[in-house]
């Protein structure tokens, strides 16, 4: 079976991934946005001279902000949130992931109603920017030691609707999946809202994220087959952060999935 496959780098990595058999890269809006100009058109230009796409960017804001925090200025990231998306969208990016754990969690002391309030009035801005350069926002699901909103499909889900705009919608990490012991069934219920998948090795401790393998202990099988029974279509994206070689581990991935009869578009 074909299936979209992703993985995660920085700029100086496509070549990487482009090599290793993968149809797209995932990328940082971090990066993007410590480029100047003419690095940013340098990275625009080398991501098409990679051959491959990048649908997908991650974390619209800096991972140390903190949006119910008063210091938190919704004026300054109106104009950042405008530069990313407008930097992103130039790139191709038809998603960005909106994980930010500590970022969006929420006090729980003090004035908690004007932090929702906040909270809103941020997320409700992140949307209409995203949404005029045709970019849908992925609310992720995380463990509850990285946020305190948000931390399965359902919540997902009933975060979704209580914006009610048609560029949200949210996708699977499976390691939070695994550490909030979530069942499958979870993605055959709500598959209609879910566009993206991250994969790594589930059974590493947060923030050592190791490629999966065929070898590492842990049986992906139930996943992927529930991904085909949906007919999954959108990417999975192998997100790594410990590598022993960058470019030999992701080439390990192609025949991890291969031996799962999942193959990349590429391989044609």
């Keep these: 079976m074909h299936m979209r496959l992703g993985c995660f780098g920085y700029i100086k990595d496509l070549d990487a991934i482009a090599e290793a058999g993968f149809d797209c890269a995932e990328l940082h809006i971090r990066e993007l946005m410590g480029f100047d100009e003419a690095e940013y058109r340098a990275a ?34 109106r104009s950042y949130l405008e530069r990313a998306c407008d930097r992103a969208a130039e790139m191709g990016a038809r998603y960005i992931v909106f994980g930010n754990g500590k970022a969006r969690s929420l006090p729980i002391e003090g004035d908690i109603e004007a932090a929702r309030a906040k909270f809103d009035e941020f997320f409700i801005m992140l949307l209409d920017i995203a949404a005029q350069r045709n970019i849908t926002i992925l609310i992720e699901p995380l463990g509850r ?122 391989a044609d």
């Design 145 to 266: 030691k990285l946020s305190n909103i948000v931390n399965s499909l359902p919540e997902a889900v009933a975060f979704i609707r209580k914006y009610g705009r048609h560029n949200l919608k949210t996708f699977i990490d499976y390691r939070y999946m695994v550490e909030m012991q979530r069942p499958l069934s979870d993605i055959e219920e709500y598959e209609l809202y879910i566009r993206h998948v991250h994969l790594d090795n589930p059974l590493t401790v947060f923030p050592e994220r190791l490629v999966p393998r065929l070898d590492d202990g842990f049986d992906y099988a139930p996943f992927l087959e529930t991904l085909k029974k949906i007919s999954y279509k959108e990417i999975i994206s192998i997100e790594a952060s410990v590598f022993r070689e960058y470019a030999q581990d992701i080439r390990s991935v192609i025949d991890f999935f291969a031996a799962h009869n999942i193959t990349p578009y590429r």
């Design 44 to 77: 625009r230009k080398r991501l098409r001279d990679s051959g491959i796409p990048a649908d997908v960017f991650d974390n619209p804001i800096p991972l140390d902000s903190r949006i119910a925090d008063p210091s938190f200025d919704l004026g300054f990231y």
